[in-house]
């Protein structure tokens, strides 16, 4: 089986200038963990995650490691708020890696483990044609298990 017998092809992407406060309203609303990110002609050009936007939150590791320094974690919090006056571009990983449509799905799979993904894009020359995710390729492995004739 190859990934584009298996990928999610209604994705919900966004652009490197789409605001963050319309992003996270997306990601909490909707519960998705991540999107794709793509220019005006469907090129994959990055991926924005909770973790993207999380981090953004974290002392930095010169804070962590000067253990005099007391990090006021409650005080970060409120520092969510400017993460939605932010755009994208501010916060996305550049150059995802993605999986290409005609990929076997355990290949893709174990991509996606080594990088510690539950989803990653599915592109074709550069162009998003789709997202796989290893709820995926589980449900495809189980179908094929259960239906086929031993």
Do not use: Q, W
Request: with cysteine; hydrophobic share 45%; aromatic share 4%.
């Amino acid at each position: 089986m190859n990934t584009k017998e298996i990928m999610s092809r209604n994705l919900k992407t966004v652009t490197p200038e789409t605001s963050m406060a319309s992003v996270v309203a997306d990601m909490c609303l909707y519960r998705i963990s991540g999107m794709p990110v793509v220019d005006a002609d469907d090129n994959l050009v990055g991926f924005i995650a909770e973790k993207d936007v999380l981090h953004r939150l974290f002392p930095s590791l010169e804070d962590t490691m000067n253990m005099s320094l007391h990090v006021d974690f409650e005080g970060t919090e409120a520092d969510y708020k400017s993460v939605m006056n932010l755009k994208v571009a501010d916060l996305m990983t550049a150059k995802a890696i993605a999986v290409a449509p005609d990929m076997p799905i355990l290949k893709a799979a174990s991509i996606m483990v080594k990088h510690r993904f539950r989803r990653i894009p599915v592109a074709d020359n550069g162009k998003l044609v789709g997202m796989l995710s290893l709820g995926d390729v589980h449900k495809a492995l189980f179908k094929r298990a259960v239906t086929s004739k031993a």
